[in-house]
């Protein structure tokens, strides 16, 4: 853009306004935006409006330094005043943000004003051998201007910590052409092109100082508010995954989103080129993070309020049956269920992994029986292809949500299980065996015993799940109120976990059986193995569940009398 024009949208849209907020007591009250109001998006979910007052957080003065970086900032100014050079060495974006937050951050990347960062990385090396170091190798990632990723960018460990090197940018588009020609920029050119004011902040190694080229980086830091340093649509159109991004830290921090920001992000335009531009794995990688952040649900929610849900956590092709227009509601309510039960029952029972598979398995519970012909034609969970293919998570997270989804219709019938003293019809059927008649005390531990060897270490995941699906307080698209039976729900969840606990059935799916496939063989007189062998197997497991103290002496003399048995009535 160029300067009188950048000025000109400067004033219009960031003009001097008093300090945006005043105390009285302990209690801030923001002054009303001297820009031009625009009409507020509706949003889906009362408990996480984008137009909420923002989270004051302090911002420190100045950035103090760990013992660790500055004994990386030092050997890099080493580099530089030994070849000479006259290059003005600057961390950008995140770590300056955090750090003048309080917080820690290890991910550190550096702008060069005059050399491309392959160069500087190679100028290290060249320093290193000189004083008698060990060279480190050195990583380029190329450009992808067709995937909105621009610059080069290099990557060597220095006092082992990866640091990133990447040039200050600009750039000017051809006529006809989206996609632009770069050239080394000043400091003041890269920050406009930043994603976010609260990221454009630079931290100049050579003079020890905080940067606020914009001009709004601290302001928006210290008021709490997530705008983009050119006209949000020009910024998305360059890179749409900044609308995720500027929803992921938004909700991470507890700031708010700018009008002309949520418009922005809304635009149809913006939309189709963060589904077509955009990578489905760079997509997915700021869905994981927001997933993994302290606020998923408000992310989540934030996402859905943009009409950008279904862009993110694309469907595949004609899904049996159609998805419902307001599936999205649905489930950011199932999400913020889950999430509510999650702090309401103490989130240490889970480790993080089984946490953020916990929030997909409930985002997506809703379309847990949409299926779709994949390229086999072979009918597929519609959430297996949210999650392969339009998040290109790994194939490990799919399987386990639609295990999950498969084992919450069996928990549901474990709480009816569980809170009557009669044992329904349908588990004595699936438990039916003519080799192996189960006491009816044991029942429970068998068929629950079978259900977590299904779904092994995610089992509280699963049974977390499956509280949403309570036929008392099933959450439907004209009922999406989560605080009615939260209760119910942790009351539901506890006395199940209790009772598997009390069961001893914790880690049964590490149970080993008393006897292998060659001994039942043995048992069983049986010269070949075949599907005989896997059928006595599962009897097995159930019998040992049954009797779960018994030795291997009474497992051969049951399988023989049981083998008998049949032989008699035979005959």
């Known amino acids: 853009m160029p300067p009188l024009l950048l000025n000109a949208w400067r004033l219009l849209h960031f003009p001097p306004f008093p300090k945006p907020y005043f105390f009285s007591s302990s209690i801030p009250f923001r002054l009303t935006s001297l820009r031009r109001p625009i009409k507020t998006l509706r949003f889906t979910s009362s408990r996480f409006p984008m137009d909420a007052p923002p989270l004051v957080l302090p911002v420190k003065e100045r950035i103090e330094l760990s013992a660790k970086e500055d004994q990386i900032f030092t050997r890099l100014l080493d580099v530089v005043r030994h070849f000479g050079l006259e290059t003005q060495l600057r961390v950008a974006g995140g770590w300056v943000r955090d750090k003048l937050l309080g917080k820690e951050c290890y991910d550190i990347d550096i702008a060069l004003d005059n050399m491309l960062g392959k160069d500087f990385c190679e100028k290290v090396n060249e320093y290193l051998k000189s004083v008698g170091e060990q060279e480190q190798g050195i990583g380029v990632i190329q450009c992808n201007p067709d995937q909105s990723k621009h610059l080069e960018t290099a990557r060597m460990r220095i006092y082992d910590t990866w640091i990133d090197f990447v040039n200050l940018r600009s750039e000017t588009y051809a006529e006809n052409s989206r996609i632009p020609t770069m050239k080394f920029g000043t400091a003041e050119e890269d920050a406009y092109r930043r994603d976010l004011t609260i990221n454009s902040l630079f931290f100049n ?217 009669e044992i329904p019809e349908n588990i004595r059927a699936d438990l039916e065996d003519e080799f192996l008649e189960i006491p009816s005390t044991s029942i429970k531990r068998v068929f629950t015993g079978l259900l977590l060897r299904q779904i092994k270490d995610f089992w509280r995941v699963a049974l977390l799940t499956s509280t949403l699906l309570d036929p008392v307080l099933h959450l439907t698209n004209d009922n999406l109120d989560i605080t009615e039976g939260l209760d119910r729900r942790r009351e539901m969840f506890l006395r199940a976990e209790s009772t598997i606990t009390q069961l001893g059935l914790d880690g049964v799916w590490k149970t080993k059986l008393l006897l292998d496939g060659k001994a039942i063989m043995g048992v069983l007189q049986l010269k070949s193995g075949g599907p005989t062998i896997g059928q006595w197997q599962q009897r097995l497991i159930k019998w040992q569940l049954a009797y779960p103290n018994a030795t291997t002496e009474e497992c051969i003399d049951w399988i023989k009398q049981s083998q008998a048995k049949r032989q008699k009535l035979s005959d």
């Open 205 to 421: 190694i050579n003079s020890s100082s905080v940067e606020d080229l914009t001009g709004r980086g601290l302001k928006d830091l210290k008021s709490g508010l997530i705008v983009t340093p050119l006209p949000p649509k020009a910024t998305f159109m360059d890179d749409p995954l900044r609308v995720l991004r500027a929803i992921r830290f938004g909700a991470r921090f507890g700031f708010v989103l700018a009008e002309e920001l949520k418009e922005a992000a809304s635009d149809e335009e913006v939309r189709s080129s963060l589904a077509n531009k955009i990578s489905r794995e760079r997509i997915g990688h700021e869905v994981d993070l927001m997933m993994s952040d302290k606020q998923p649900v408000k992310a989540m929610a934030w996402i859905c309020g943009l009409k950008l849900f279904s862009v993110v956590f694309a469907f595949p092709e004609s899904p049996r049956p159609p998805i419902d227009e307001h599936c999205d509601r649905l489930c950011i309510s199932h999400i913020e269920a889950a999430w509510c039960l999650l702090q309401a029952i103490g989130p240490t029972l889970f480790t993080d992994d089984q946490r953020r598979l916990c929030l997909y398995s409930s985002l997506l519970l809703p379309l847990r029986c949409t299926t779709y012909l994949d390229k086999k034609l072979k009918e597929a969970p519609v959430t297996g292809y949210i999650i392969k293919e339009s998040l290109k998570l790994k194939a490990s997270d799919s399987d386990t949500v639609i295990n999950i989804h498969n084992a919450c219709s069996k928990f549901v019938e474990l709480f009816t299980l569980l809170e009557s003293d």
